[in-house]
T-cell receptor, first 113, second 112 residues
Framework: TQLLEQSPQFLSIQEGENLTVYCNSS?????LQWYRQEPGEGPVLLVT?????EVKKLKRLTFQFGDARKDSSLHITAAQPGDTGLYLC?????????????FGKGTKLSVKP | IAGITQAPTSQILAAGRRMTLRCTQD?????MYWYRQDLGLGLRLIHY???????GKGEVPDGYSVSRANTDDFPLTLASAVPSQTSVYFC???????????FGPGTRLTVL
């Protein structure tokens, strides 16, 4: 059972368009992280959201944590080719290996000039 | 420059051979991790270490072993490689197990 569902799986858009990608879970989680992975590199943390309803902005990227703490979204305004990459959401595991991250499968974004 | 280094960058390996992937960090982070990334399956945790001298099993530990003799190094060993271990392997570290994880550049391993 996949704990985190990301959608869409793939997204190809033109430069200047807006887009939103989603991360959903059937379970409530305490915090969620968004990472971006560029081709041939490791993931890099973009943001951590911890409070239900929280909105964080990072230049043209807006991250939202759902009120029920079971979902999150990433909105990119006026996408640029440099935004191309794999966007991953991750939550921290509870229980025996508490603190370890569980990743979604990601949304692969391609922004064409 | 502070960060995580992994070696080798890529490797082609015959099935049945032993292989150690190296990972070193210079950030004095307590926690370190090994993931594998496969198309359609995402990033999956193989083993982790919350502090030097301790290790733990992740989601997919079978066929892999790790050691953490000191803070900086966290090698991953495949005792007898099999084709299903063909993957891209990422090492990561964090100040402690609840903090941001920093990833290395990855090792692309092909087992034939």
């Amino acid at each position: 059972t996949q704990l985190l569902e990301q959608s869409p799986q793939f997204l190809s858009i033109q430069e200047g368009e807006n887009l939103t990608v989603y991360c959903n879970s059937s379970s409530v989680f305490s915090s969620l992280q968004w990472y971006r992975q560029e081709p041939g590199e490791g993931p890099v943390l973009l943001v951590t959201v911890v409070t239900g309803g929280e909105v964080k902005k990072l230049k043209r990227l807006t991250f939202q944590f759902g009120d029920a703490r079971k979902d999150s979204s990433l909105h990119i305004t006026a996408a640029q080719p440099g935004d191309t990459g794999l966007y991953l959401c991750a939550i921290q595991r509870v229980g025996g290996s508490q603190g370890n991250l569980i990743f979604g499968k990601g949304t692969k974004l391609s922004v064409k000039p | 420059i502070a960060g995580i280094t992994q070696a080798p960058t890529s490797q082609i390996l015959a099935a049945g051979r032993r292989m150690t992937l190296r990972c070193t960090q210079d950030m004095r982070h307590n926690a370190m991790y090994w993931y594998r990334q496969d198309l359609g399956l995402g990033l999956r945790l193989i083993h982790y270490s919350n502090t030097a001298g301790t290790t733990g099993k992740g989601e997919v530990p079978d066929g892999y072993s790790v050691s953490r003799a000191n803070t900086d190094d966290f090698p991953l060993t495949l005792a007898s490689a099999v084709p299903s271990q063909t993957s891209v392997y990422f090492c990561a570290s964090s100040r402690d197990r609840y903090n941001e994880q920093f990833f290395g550049p990855g090792t692309r391993l092909t087992v034939l």
